[in-house]
């Protein structure tokens, strides 16, 4: 994952700064397939610290990433009505990339 494109700065975490209840951030991240075959894309989140009301998709789910191509992802972070104003979390983001 890389926070330009073409892809030289390894992006090891996402600020999402400061999100209103019932509002989203989004933030555009930049895969590369460096293999010789296509890879499908998901992603998964582990390691919540705070639960409730937060929920992080993307939308380059089971897309298919050809040899050698950079794609953008938008990741997104919804928080609800339900969150606790001013809460900090944490989260792992993992893509992961299966050969087809």
């Known amino acids: 994952m890389y926070s330009d494109n073409p892809p ?3 992006l090891t975490s ?4 400061v999100i209103d209840k019932g509002t989203d951030s989004i ?7 460096s ?5 499908n894309l998901t992603m998964t989140t582990t390691g919540w610290n705070y639960t409730t009301g937060l929920s992080c998709t993307w939308n380059m ?3 298919t ?10 990741v997104q972070l919804h ?8 809460a900090n979390f944490a989260f792992n983001i993992t893509f992961t990339g299966t050969q087809i």
């Open 61 to 63: 789910e089971n897309t």
């Open 27 to 33: 933030r555009i991240v930049y895969l590369l397939n």
């Open 79 to 86: 928080v609800d009505q339900s969150a606790v104003s001013g």
């Open 14 to 17: 996402i600020n999402w700064g």
């Open 65 to 74: 990433l050809q040899p050698n191509t950079v794609i953008a992802a938008n």
């Open 8 to 10: 030289t700065v390894k």
């Open 35 to 39: 293999g010789n075959k296509d890879v």
